[in-house]
């Protein structure tokens, strides 16, 4: 199976797309990803937080749409309303998606 996380980047690996990538990969399942947004953080501190560009995002998206079958989605942060509508127009393309796992955080 293979699901897509969509969400940020935390260093180290305490959430976010790389704590989504153990999970998965814990449940036999292959975990694609799409980065939202770059985080500066620790276990004891966050630090920075800055979205991807638009053209990265859309770049990453088709890349794996194109590519794969995508049996699942998991949305984590998703930082501003420019990437919540790109996602959205985007995500809408996928008639046959049959699991949507939320985990809304927006900055």
Known sequence: MNVL???GSDPSSGAGI???IKAFSKLDTHCLTV???ITGQ???NFGMVEPVSKNILENQLESIITDFKI???KIGMVYNSEIIKTL???LKKLKTIQRLLKHYIII
Do not use: E, L, P, V
Request: a negative charge.
């Open 71 to 73: 049996d699942g989605i």
């Open 5 to 7: 996380s969509i969400g």
């Open 18 to 20: 790389q704590s989504d």
């Open 88 to 90: 959205y127009h985007h």
């Open 42 to 44: 620790n276990t004891s």
């Open 35 to 37: 980065i939202t947004a």
